[in-house]
C-alpha cells in the first residue's frame, strides 16, 4: 500500500475541495481493500449516489469516506441530516472509512467504523442556513466520534504504519453480530462498550455498575440495570470481546 497520493490528478481542479476529494477518493480506489472480507480493489458509485462513496464487488458492504488534513477531530462535518438519518437506519447504511494526511499529501491515518455501530443520537442536526443563502432553509449535519466504543474504530493505517491485513478483517468481523441485534439490543451493547472504553484493560463488574445511574437516565422504563449489565458482559464474552477471569472480574480483548 502507497501512502503517497497521486498528485498529478489535482492539476486540473482550482478549489482544494475538489483536489482533495479526487486524490483522496483515487486513493481508496487503487490502494485500500474491503475490510469485512479483504477483497480488492473496491469500487467507486457513480456520482449522485446519497451518502456511499464505494462498494466491494465481492460481499457488497457499502462504504463512505471522509478525509480531512492532519488530525482526525471527534465532530465531522457530512451532508444532510435527513438523508444521513434515513441511511443508517436503513438495511444498506454505509460503513464510514475516515482518512487524515499530511501537508505533504500522504496518508496519516486510515480508519473504518463499521455500520453497526452507527446510532441516530451520533448525528448532531445543524442549523438551517439562513434565508439569504443558495440552498435556504437546507439542514446539514455532524457526525460526533466520540459516541463510537474502541473497538468501532478499525484502522488499516495508523500514524502511517500499515495494519496487518488478517488483523484488520479480523477486527472487523468480530463484531459483526451487532448487525443481526434488534435495534434496542445494539444501542444497550454499544452503550456497555462505551462504559467499558473508560476502564482500565482489566476491570470488575462493580466498576461497570458505577455506570449504572448514567444507563438509567438512557433507559428510564428499565428497572433492571444491573442485570442488564449483567446479560450484555455475557454477550461480550461469548463474541469474544471481554474474557470473564472469575470472581465478578474481566479482560478486554481489544
Known amino acids: 500500500m502507497n501512502l503517497n497520493f497521486n498528485q498529478s490528478l489535482a492539476k486540473k481542479y482550482k478549489s482544494e475541495p475538489q483536489k482533495i476529494r479526487v486524490l483522496s477518493e483515487d486513493w481508496v480506489a ?14 467507486a458509485f457513480m456520482n449522485g449516489k446519497p451518502v456511499a462513496d464505494f462498494y466491494c464487488s465481492n460481499c457488497n458492504e457499502q462504504y463512505e469516506l471522509k478525509s480531512k488534513k492532519a488530525k482526525l477531530s471527534n465532530i465531522i462535518n457530512d451532508g444532510a ?4 438519518i434515513e441511511r443508517i437506519n436503513s438495511e444498506d ?19 473504518i467504523i463499521p455500520k453497526h455501530f452507527f446510532k441516530p443520537d451520533m448525528i ?17 449535519c455532524n457526525i460526533d466520534l466520540r459516541k463510537v466504543p474502541e473497538s ?6 495508523k500514524d502511517q504504519q500499515l495494519i496487518p491485513r488478517d488483523n484488520v478483517t479480523e477486527q472487523f468481523q468480530k463484531t459483526l453480530f451487532l448487525r443481526t441485534q434488534s435495534i434496542d439490543s445494539r ?12 476502564l482500565e484493560a482489566n476491570f470488575s463488574l462493580n466498576q461497570v455498575y458505577a455506570f449504572a445511574d448514567l444507563l438509567k437516565l438512557k ?11 449483567r446479560q450484555q458482559l455475557q454477550v461480550l464474552r461469548d463474541k469474544g470481546i471481554v474474557e470473564f477471569l472469575g470472581r465478578g472480574h474481566y479482560r478486554k480483548l481489544y
Open 124 to 140: 448532531i442536526k445543524r442549523k438551517p442556513l439562513s434565508v439569504t443563502a443558495k440552498r435556504a432553509g437546507w439542514v446539514g
Open 187 to 198: 444501542g444497550w451493547t454499544l452503550d456497555i462498550l462505551q462504559c467499558i472504553d473508560k
Open 81 to 84: 441530516y435527513d438523508t444521513m
Open 219 to 229: 433507559y428510564p422504563e428499565n428497572n433492571h440495570i444491573k442485570d442488564k449489565i
Open 30 to 43: 487503487k490502494q485500500s481493500y474491503c475490510p469485512n472480507c479483504n477483497a480488492e480493489p473496491l469500487t
Open 93 to 111: 447504511n454505509p460503513s464510514f472509512f475516515f482518512l487524515t494526511y499530511s501537508q505533504a499529501l500522504s496518508v496519516n491515518n486510515f480508519l
Open 152 to 157: 468501532g474504530k478499525v484502522f488499516l493505517v
